[in-house]
């Protein structure tokens, strides 16, 4: 199975800032990666796949990068919102596995 | 607009049976397979298996062997997940999430299904 790895396991920030999460696999997955947003007692929203095409109706605060085995998410301009938490995930091959997740914080 | 709706919570004894379903309105069933994903309590999310809405083909997750069933029903629109077996370690929310296209990750989530497994 692919091991994915999430950095930091948490994150505090301000409003307005910009953060950027990381995100491993143990091997290559080309550009099948997925960024997905959860915030407390609600289903996960599907935010980036494809490492960096954004999914319908999400803002353009979010952008993803990377190939191979290394990706990045970067969210500019925080807002309340935006604090939440966040998984990475590979479907380049199955199993799926997720990342452990990053919990985006405000200071 | 496309939405995915789950089943009612239940409450399960160990070594039973649960059936989870997620009823896909909005938008053409047979052209988006449909993932299961669970979590348990305070912990990430787990992949467990996938099923071609189209042909039934499935996938799943090694650890789930011989205790997961997934299912469609083209009539109805409505995807099924069956574990059995149950223990108290399968305690958790349980989502149908659609695939985006053919070999893409998850665009759409249900609203999710709590399984809990007590004695």
């Known amino acids: 199975d692919i091991q994915m790895t999430q950095s930091p396991s948490s994150l505090s920030a301000s409003v307005g800032d910009r953060v950027t999460i990381t995100c491993r696999a143990n091997?290559?997955?080309?550009?099948?990666l997925a960024w997905f947003q959860q915030k407390p007692g609600k289903a996960p929203k599907s935010l980036i796949h494809?490492?960096?095409s954004l999914q319908s109706g999400v803002p353009s605060k979010f952008i993803g990068s990377g190939y191979g085995r290394d990706f990045t998410l970067t969210i500019s301009s925080l807002q309340p919102e935006d604090f939440a938490t966040y998984y990475c995930?590979?479907?380049?091959?199955?199993?799926?596995?997720f990342g452990q997740g990053t919990r985006l914080e405000i200071k | 607009q496309v939405q995915l709706v789950q089943s009612a919570a239940e409450v399960e004894k160990p070594g039973a049976s649960v059936r989870v379903s997620c009823k896909a309105s909005?938008?053409?069933?047979?052209?988006?397979?449909i993932s299961w994903v669970r979590q348990a309590p305070g912990q990430g999310l787990e992949w467990m298996g996938w099923?071609?809405?189209?042909?039934?083909?499935?996938k799943n997750a090694q650890k789930f062997q011989g205790r997961l069933t997934m299912t469609t029903d083209t009539s109805t629109s409505t995807a099924y997940m069956e574990l059995r077996s149950l223990r108290s370690d399968d305690t958790a929310v349980y989502y149908c999430?659609?695939?985006?296209?053919?070999?893409?990750?998850?665009?759409?989530w249900g609203q999710g299904t709590l399984v809990t497994v007590s004695s």
């Open positions: 999430a659609r695939e985006l296209g053919v070999g893409n990750s998850i665009d759409i």
């Open positions: 099923i071609s809405s189209y042909n039934g083909n499935t």
């Open positions: 091997q290559g997955i080309n550009s099948y």
């Open positions: 909005g938008y053409t069933f047979t052209s988006h397979g």
């Open positions: 995930q590979q479907y380049n091959s199955y199993p799926w596995t």
């Open positions: 494809g490492a960096s």
